[in-house]
Nanobody, 128 residues
Framework: EVQLVESGGGLVQAGGSLRLSCAAS????????IGWFRQAPGKEREGVSC????????YYRDSVKGRFTISSDNAKNTVYLQMNGLKVEDTAIYYCAPLARICGHYGLQYTLRSFNYWGQGIQVTVSS
């Protein structure tokens, strides 16, 4: 059974930092790219970033480039999202998921439409 447990969220002031963790189990972690997604109140879920477990190729949506860094620890089946320079508009529930396609914009979009094992997510709130 696919299980994804997100942690590390919280309340932070604008400009602050948080590090999210995604602990994965129930699938061959090394065979999949892993993505981070977020859903703000009243908005659709969107792809944020992803990393390929095999070659560490990464992708970021434009609004987080230069502020967020994704990394992976294959030995721990865990993916991290270091978020620096947080903005109020980063406020959302953050989720992780394995991608059914290679890491990139299309892979994130495809996973949004097709993935059915979302975890609880973790709340990130950025205050002004």
């Amino acid at each position: 059974e696919v299980q994804l447990v997100e942690s590390g969220g919280g309340l932070v002031q604008a400009g602050g930092s948080l590090r999210l963790s995604c602990a994965a189990s129930g699938f061959a972690f090394d065979d999949y790219a892993i993505g981070w997604f977020r859903q703000a109140p009243g908005k659709e879920r969107e792809g944020v970033s992803c990393i390929s477990s095999r070659d560490d190729k990464t992708y970021y949506r434009d609004s987080v480039k230069g502020r967020f860094t994704i990394s992976s620890d294959n030995a721990k089946n865990t993916v991290y999202l270091q978020m620096n320079g947080l903005k109020v508009e980063d406020t959302a529930i953050y989720y992780c998921a394995p991608l059914a396609r290679i890491c990139g914009h299309y892979g994130l979009q495809y996973t949004l439409r097709s993935f059915n094992y979302w975890g609880q997510g973790i709340q990130v709130t950025v205050s002004s």
